[in-house]
């Protein structure tokens, strides 16, 4: 069973409008959690990485939240444009890793005139 | 900036065939990565490396090889190309371990295909 679950696997949004996708995790012991965007035929790119103590953190239209309780993060886009078309991607990392990211499946966002 | 760069983006092998895929980066980071991502699965680790001359498996390693004689390459190496090893590969590179926090880049992908 996969440690990063993402939801909801793929969403159609139009332009100009918010969402948020959704990442539960069982990744322990926990060390620091990302999301990255990846377009389609290239590699991911980070968006944020939060540690256990980081409850929010944004990047431009990006807005990301860790509850590290419920094993629970979010990432939400704001005003979405025609370039956030691409995959979302929850990374966890456990603090014994030594090379390991744990990586979701990811959130295939569309965004639509 | 070059950052993490593959070679080639796409190849297509025939089955029994081996090849090798070239990363380089020029951020003079100790650590270095290969994943493979299938459609709809999260990336996998082949294997990393944590400095010239250190090498450890990840969770898919079975028909690769890699090596790390420079903190620049980190070629990965397939032998016998089989049909389940048609994916995308992608190399990373970070700085110091995931564990402390910090970034990790990837390159393009390299999209392989074994006929």
């Known amino acids: 069973k996969n440690q990063v679950e993402q939801s909801p696997q793929s969403l159609i949004i139009l332009e100009g409008k918010n969402c948020t996708l959704q990442?539960?995790?069982?990744?322990?012991?926990?060390?620091?959690l990302r999301w990255y965007k990846q377009d389609t035929g290239r590699g991911p790119v980070s968006l944020t990485i939060?540690?256990?103590?980081?409850n929010t953190k944004s990047n431009g239209r990006y807005t990301a939240t860790l509850d590290a309780d419920t094993k629970q993060s979010s990432l939400h886009i704001t005003a979405s444009q025609l370039s956030d078309s691409a995959s979302y991607i929850c990374?966890?990392?456990?603090?014994?890793?030594?090379?390991?990211?744990?990586f979701g499946a990811g959130t295939q966002v569309v965004v639509t005139p | 900036n070059a950052g993490v760069t593959q070679t080639p983006k796409f190849r297509i092998l025939k089955i029994g065939q081996s090849m090798t895929l070239q990363c380089t980066q020029d951020?003079?980071?100790?650590?270095m990565y290969w994943y493979r991502q299938d459609p709809g699965m999260g990336l996998k680790l082949i294997y990393y490396?944590?400095?010239?001359?250190?090498?450890d498996k990840g969770e898919v390693p079975n028909g690769y090889n890699v090596s790390r004689s420079t903190t620049e390459d980190f070629p990965l190496r397939l032998e016998l190309a089989a049909p389940s090893q048609t994916s995308v590969y992608f190399c990373?590179?970070?700085?110091?371990?995931?564990?402390?926090?910090?970034?990790?880049?990837f390159g393009q992908g390299t999209r392989l295909t074994v006929v």
């Open positions: 990374v966890v990392v456990r603090t014994d890793s030594w090379g390991k990211f744990q």
């Open positions: 939060m540690t256990f103590s980081e």
């Open positions: 490396s944590v400095g010239a001359g250190i090498t």
């Open positions: 990373a590179s970070s700085y110091t371990g995931p564990q402390r926090g910090t970034e990790a880049f």
């Open positions: 951020m003079n980071h100790n650590y």
């Open positions: 990442c539960n995790y069982t990744v322990s012991p926990f060390s620091n």
